[in-house]
Structures are given as structure tokens and as C-alpha cells.
Nanobody, 124 residues
């Protein structure tokens, strides 16, 4: 049974940094790309960042390029999202998700199995 559990401190002032972690279990972690998506109140869930199975390739939504970094540690079955220069518009519930294949895409529909999400709030 696939299980994804997000963690990370959820509140920061604008300009600050946060690091999210996601621990995966129940499947062969290194076989699949992983991603982070987010959903703000009243909006659809959107792609934020994805990392390939070996961690060598990463893709980002334009609105986080240069500010967020996704990474993974296959030995620990964990994926991370380092978020810097946070803005109030980054406020959302952030979800860790498993991609359907080893090579990620920026299409949110290609991500299956979700964690429960973790709230990130950026105050101005």
C-alpha cells in the first residue's frame, strides 16, 4: 500500500525559507519520479516541481523557478522541497505525490497517490 507522509514547519514571513519532506513507503521508491503539487483555497491543484527517479533531472513551474529546489534521497525513500524567497501567493496546501513513471512531467494529472498535504502559510 502506497503511503506518502509530508512534514515541515508551516508558517513563515515573506522572504523566508521552508523545507518540506515527504517519506514514502509501500512501493519501490526509486522506480518512480516524485513531485510536489499545491492547492490554494478556491483554486485547482497545480504542479510545483518534479524530480526524476534518480534525482538527476528536475522540472519546475515557472512561478517557482529560481526559488524552489526539489531533491530526493533514494536510500531514505524521501523527497524534499526547499523553498526560498517565499511570497504570500505561495500560501497553499502542499502535497507530495508519486508520478506514474520514472521520468516526471509538469502535468498534475500524471501524478497519482497523494499524501494528506501540509499547510504552508506565508505572511506579508
Amino acid at each position: 500500500q502506497v503511503q506518502l507522509v509530508e512534514s515541515g514547519v508551516g508558517w513563515v514571513q515573506a522572504g523566508g525559507s521552508l523545507r518540506l519532506s515527504c517519506a514514502a513507503s509501500g512501493y519501490t521508491f526509486e522506480n518512480y519520479s516524485m513531485g510536489w503539487l499545491r492547492q490554494a483555497p478556491g483554486k485547482e491543484r497545480e504542479f510545483v516541481a518534479g524530480v526524476s527517479w534518480h534525482g538527476g533531472n528536475a522540472i519546475y513551474a515557472d512561478f517557482v523557478k529560481g526559488r524552489f529546489t526539489i531533491s530526493r534521497d533514494n536510500a531514505k525513500n524521501t523527497v524534499y522541497l526547499q523553498m526560498n524567497s517565499l511570497k504570500p501567493e505561495d500560501t497553499a496546501v502542499y502535497y507530495c505525490s508519486m508520478h506514474k513513471s520514472a521520468w516526471g512531467t509538469s502535468d498534475a494529472r500524471d501524478y497519482h497517490y497523494w499524501g494528506e498535504g501540509t499547510q504552508v502559510t506565508v505572511s506579508s
